[in-house]
């Protein structure tokens, strides 16, 4: 069947945005897929912690900031910015890395330049294609950014943790300048276009339109997947080779697969989300009490290949929540005018929650064991199912957002 004008446009726009997400997350995802080679090579937890929470705190603060900004200016100039600030970061993180104080300041720096991104990304989609479209292109971007760790694994798998930083520096590069000339060739074409929505309101009469369309409850949203999306999927390695007793090469290999397997979950739960008619809120709680059973399931299972299929359904089905929220709730905001905005607000939240989670989690390893943090998994996604109860009848986010 023919596509139609429009959706040609899409899949474009698509496809590039995908692509470019693809290499952040592997840019995200590389210190947690190196960290146990990083531990043999005498780096501590503490201090594997101590870079990934302040990645996540200049990133989380970063949204905030650039979210901003991305309703004001051109998406392409944020975009291929983030990318190419990125890239030249990720390049010094290993050069720098004898200076403690260095490699952590270039790699808290990276976080900051990949927070460009998004928000920007997001609006340029959400407003340059039909509603049904923009999800699609949403979720698009959400399954590379779960492929990415896979990616980031098959890396690690292979090279030394240096080389695999200075590899994802050339593909940052790359889509940098990909993203720069694409777009500007979609401007030329019309495919691309700027100011068809602006803010109805100014100042607190903003927040007011947020806060009816449902933003404290997907602020919790955000906060609680954070968590689990990025912290635990951060740690996933470390505790495949400390609690289940696989060496480092071949936690990073089975990080690979499960990472790999966790990145199908956003086809998944658009499926789950159309058979439910297209209701956000009950795919939400579903997916939050499906995450909840299968870490309490986890904590009693100790045979490894069991485990690792129990933890791997949990993290899937948390980030089946995350995905109700980036590819049907934010691009659903397009109206506002606000879509960067509420989008860098929302990513701000869901990284500072992930940037704290990892300080406690690195010192939980330790004071309370791993068998013990499973639990605090389990009560993390168990706060999810309450907050995605109907605690009142309303107009579901339905059809609407699709």
Excluded at 152 to 165: E, K, M, N
Excluded at 212 to 217: A, E, N, S, V
Excluded at 222 to 241: A, K, N
Excluded at 317 to 323: C, D, F, I, P, Y
Aim: aromatic share 14%; charged share 10%; glycine share 6%.
């Amino acid at each position: 069947m023919k596509l139609s004008a429009k959706a040609r446009n899409a899949f474009m726009i698509g496809i590039l945005c995908s692509i470019s997400y693809f290499a952040v997350y592997i840019a995200r995802n590389i210190l947690s897929a190196v960290t146990p080679q990083m531990l043999e090579d005498g780096y501590t937890e503490e201090y594997i912690g101590l870079l990934s929470s302040l990645y996540f705190g200049f990133y989380a603060v970063g949204q905030l900031i650039n979210g901003a900004i991305g309703d004001k200016i051109k998406g392409k100039y944020m975009i291929s910015a983030g990318l190419l600030s990125a890239g030249i970061n990720t390049l010094l993180f290993p050069i720098l890395s004898p200076s403690r104080v260095g490699a952590t300041a270039v790699y808290a720096l990276t976080g900051f330049s990949l927070s460009m991104i998004y928000g920007p990304m997001t609006k340029l989609v959400s407003e340059n294609t039909d509603p049904i479209h923009a999800t699609r292109c949403s979720l698009g971007y959400t399954f590379s950014s779960f492929f990415g760790s896979p990616a980031a694994g098959i890396l690690a798998t292979f090279l030394a943790w240096q080389s695999v930083f200075s590899v994802t520096s050339v593909a940052l590069a790359a889509m940098a300048t990909a993203v720069f000339i694409c777009v500007t060739l979609f401007e030329r074409r019309g495919i691309i276009e700027y100011g068809h929505y602006k803010p109805k309101e100014k100042g607190a009469k903003n927040i007011r339109i947020l806060v009816d369309r449902g933003i404290i409850k997907f602020s919790l949203i955000s906060i609680l997947t954070g968590i689990i999306r990025t912290s635990v999927v951060f740690w996933l390695p470390t505790y495949l080779s400390q609690y289940l007793g696989f060496s480092s090469k071949t936690s990073a290999s089975i990080f690979t697969v499960t990472t790999f397997v966790i990145s199908f979950v956003a086809f998944i739960v658009i499926f789950v989300y159309e058979k439910l008619g297209r209701n956000i809120d009950r795919t939400v709680l579903l997916m939050f009490s499906c995450s909840a059973l299968f870490f309490a399931i986890t904590y009693f299972v100790k045979a490894p290949l069991f485990n690792i299929i129990f933890i791997v359904l949990a993290i899937m089905a948390s980030n089946g929540a995350a995905t109700m929220l980036w590819s049907v709730y934010c691009p659903s905001l397009k109206d506002t005018g606000m879509v960067s905005s509420a989008t860098g607000y929302l990513d701000f939240l869901s990284y500072m929650a992930a940037a704290l989670a990892n300080i406690l989690f690195a010192n939980a390893v330790s004071s309370i064991g791993w068998s013990n943090l499973l639990l605090v998994w389990f009560a993390i996604v168990s706060v999810g199912v309450i907050v995605a109860l109907p605690f009142k009848k309303k107009k579901p986010h339905n059809a609407d957002f699709s």
